[in-house]
C-alpha cells in the first residue's frame, strides 16, 4: 500500500514515536512543521538572503531546547533522501539556536536511520529513540574523556596481553568504529578483559549501560560472579531470585532467549537505544538465527568474545563484526599462552583408548562363544545382534564396553594428592542414557565411595541448577570428583581443578572439540589451592573415540550444515502446496494453502527487528496480493517473505513440526505420489502412537487417536480430514515421548582394548628433548646423592674445592649426559647461576629463577603499571623481551634497529617520548646486568 508523506506521518511514525513515549500533540515535546529561518548566501561582500525550512518533527528535551530532527518521507521513497536534508536542518537549527547540534533522525515508515553527525556515520535503527536515551547520549557526548591517557585498572586485567586487548578495543572505539571481535583461549580471561573495559568506558564517560548476552544460565550466573567480584560499586541486573526486567541498573547479564523475549513485548521495556554497549559471549554460537534480533534491536556499539581459533571462525561472524580481511580486533591462542614463560594455560597429554568392540563392532564374529550362550539364555537372536563400533551408545549399549572405559580412566587418570582418588574429572557422553548407564558403573565397581564419586551434570535436572546444587558441589567441594556431561560442561565453565578430561563420545566440530579442551587448560590460583588439587602442572585427556587422530586429517571437522528454521520450512511448504494447486488447477487445496499462508503472516511479532526491517516487503501483500494467485506471487513469497518467518519463537514447535508432516502428506497425495506419501503416513502414525494416554489432554483424543491408525481413515483423507488432524493432535503433540531407552538394544558382554597409547599432543611437545635431559640428570644427582662425599658435603652445607667441582663434574658426565656449567645455564636458562648452584637446586636445597621467567616477570610487571601505553607501544616492548630473551643482552643503538623498525620507522624514537624512553632503557640495563 502506497501511502502520502501525510498518511506515512500519521498512520506509520506517529505510532512509532508514541512507542518511544513522545507524544506528537504535546508541542512541549515535539514541535511539528518547525520553520527555520537561515542563510542562503554568507559571502562577506555580498548582501545576505534569509530563506525558510520546515522540519516536520523537532524533538525537544526536558529544557524545551532542540535535541533531534526527524524528516519524514512518504513510503514509496527510499528513507535515505531525507539524509543530507535532515543534516541541514539540524546545522541551521544549531546556529540559530547557538546551542549543540541535535541528532538527525529521517524515515519512511518503513526504514528510519539515526546520525550523530558529531561523532558516527549514519545507521539504521529498529525503534526511536526516547526522551532519556537521547538526553544520556547527549551527556556522554558532552562528558566523555580521552581514552588514550584513561588507565585500566590492574587488579582486573592485568596481564600484557589482556591490555594489548583492552586497548585494541579502545583505539577502534576512538577510530569511531563500532563492532570489535576478541578472539582469546578458553581460560585467558576474557570476561575480565571485559569486565576492565567496562571499568574503562565507564570511567570516561563513553558508556553508561552494558548488556551482557550469554547463552546459558551457568554461563550468566559465573558471568555475573566475575563482575561482582571486579566490579562491586557497579549495580547488576539480575540480583538473586530477580526476574523482572528494571531499568535502574548498569550492567545487565542474561541469556539470548530471556532478553528476545524482553524485547519482543508487545510493549518493550527497554527503548532500542537503551544499552550502550553489547558484550556477547561466545559470539559464534549466540548471535545467530532469531538471536541476531537482540544486536539489530538495539543500537549500541558491539563486542564479540569467543575461543573458537581465528583459522576456524565462521566467515558470517567476522562479517557480523565489520572484521577487515577477516582480522579480528585483537586474537590471543591456546598456543601463545602455554608457551608464554610462565606460561597462562596448563598443556595436556593424551591418552588414546580404543576396545574391540568400537573398531571391530559388535556381531557373531566379535563376540566370544560364553557370551553367545549367555545371549541366548537372555532370549537374544544371535543373528540379529550386528553392530557397527560407531552405532555404540546410539542403537546399542554395551554395560562392558563402558565399563573397560571406566575402569582403564581409574587406573590412567590424574589423581589427587593421595595418588589414589581421581582428580577432578569431566566424562563427555553421547547421551543422557549413556551418562545414567556410565554412573552406574562407577557406583557397582567402586561401591567404597557410597555413590559420591560421580554424578550425572545435565541442564535438563532440576537438582543441578543454583547454590547447593550439583554443579556447585563438583565445582566447590571434594566431591563428587567425576562430572558425567551430556552437552551442559562441553563448554564454558570454568573450574582450575579440572585434570582430566574423557572423550566418552566422538566430536566433529572443530570449535566445539577446542572448547571442550578449554575445560581444562585454566592453571590454578597459588592463593586459592582447594585441598583436592594443590598441584597441576598438565592436565590428561583420555580419548575414546579417536577425536585427536580426526582433527589431525580434518583440521575444521565436519562443517554443520546451516539450519532452515521450521516456521520458515512450513511457509515455503504451504507456498509449495499453492504451486502445485496451481498447476493441478485444484482451487480447495489452493484457498486451503493461502488461508494458511495469511494465517502465519498474522503470527509475525509486530515487534521483532526482523519484521520491522521487513516492513516493507510485508507492506505489499495485503488481501489485494492474494487475489489470482500465480507463479510470480509464489516465488515471491518463497524468495522473500519466507525468511521474515524465522522471527517466529514463542510458539509450538512440536504442533508446527505435526503440522508440516500433515502438510507433506498433503502435497504427495495431490502429486499422486502413492508411495511417498504411504511412508510418512506410516511415520506419521508411529510419532501419534508415543502420545502418553495417560495425560488427560491425551486421552481426550483416544478415539480420534485410533481412529488415525486405521487403514481405512487415510483412504478417503481428503484435505478437510487432514485439517482436522492438525485442529485435533498439533497441540497435544508437545507430550509426545521421545524416549530411547525402549529403542537401544541393551547387551553386557565383556569388551577388551585393542589400543592404549599416549600420542604427542599439545603446543609443547616438542620440549621433551630438553625434559628427558634434565630428568636423566636429576635422577643420577638424586641417587649419587646418597654415597658421593663431594655430593654429601654440600648437602650438608660445607664448602667445596674447585678441584672438587671438577672431579663432580667428571663423576656425572660418566652417569648422565654430558655435564658442564656452560651446558647447565642453557638446560636450565640461567645465565649467571654456577655449577654448584645448579646441583644444590636438583637437591633441593637452593631455588632457581631461570632467566626467561626473570625477564618475563619483569615485563609483565612493567607493562602492568605502565598500561596507558597504547597496543603498538605493548608490541614494542614484547618485541623488546623477546630480543632480550634470545641475545641475552641490549645496547641503546639497538632499539633504532631491526627488528624495532617494523614497528615504527624509527624505532623506539618514533613510539616514546624521552622520558619514557629513558625509563625503559634504565628498566632493560637493570635487567641484563
Known sequence: MLRTEKLTRKELIDIHLKKAGWDVNDSTQIAQEYGIAYKKNIAAEEQAVYGNQFCDYLLLGRDRKPIAVLEAKKTSKDAQLGKEQARQYAVNIQKETKGIVPFVLYSNGHETYFWDTENYPPRRIFGLPTLNDLERLQNLNESKKPLSVELINPKIAGRPYQIKAIRAVMEAIEQKKRKFLLVMATGTGKTRVCAALIDTLMRADWCNRVLFLVDRIALQDQALDTFREHLPNIPLWPKAGETRITTDRRIYVTTCPSMLNIIEQET?????????????????????????NIINYFDAITLGLTATPTDVIDHN??????CENELPTFAYSYEEAVSNIPPYLSDFKVLKLKTHFQLEGINRNTITVDDQKKLLLEGKEIEEINFEGKELEKTVTNVGTNALIVKEFMEECIKDENGVVPGKTIFFCISISHAREIQKIFDKLYPEYKGSLAEVIVSEDSRVHGKGGLLDQFVNNDMPRIAISVDMLDTGIDIRELVNLVFAKPVFSYTKFWQMIGRGTRLLEKDKLKNWCRFKDHFLIIDCWNNIEYFKISPKGKEAAQQIPLPVRLFRLYVEKARVSLQIQNSDALHNAIYQLKKLINLLPSDSVIVKENSGILSTIKDEYWDNCNADKCDYLDIKVSPILRSLSGVDFKAMRFEKDILEISI???LNETDKSEVLIEALKERIEELPLNVLAVNKELNYIEKIQKNTFWIEATEERLNEIVEHLAPIMKYQQENNWGKQIRLDIKDRLLIKEFIEFGPQHERISTAKYKEILEQSVRELAESNSILQKIKNGKKITENEIHELEKILSEHAPYVTEELLKKVYDNRKASFIRFIKYILKIENLETFTDEVSIAFNNFISTHNNYTEQQIRFLELLQSFILEKG????????????????????????NPKEINEIVLFTKKLVA
Do not use: M, W
Not at 270 to 277: M, R, T
Open 268 to 292: 518493550p521495556e527497554l527503548s532500542s537505544h537503551f544499552f550502550d554497549l553489547i558484550v556477547i559471549d561466545e559470539s559464534h554460537r549466540s548471535i545467530y538465527n532469531i538471536y541476531q
Open 317 to 322: 561472524t567476522f562479517h557480523l563484526f565489520d
Open 668 to 670: 504427495a497425495r495431490l
Open 889 to 912: 643482552s641490549i645496547e641503546k643503538r639497538d632499539l633504532v634497529d631491526v627488528p624495532f623498525t617494523h614497528i615504527h620507522s624509527q624505532g623506539i624514537l618514533g613510539l616514546f
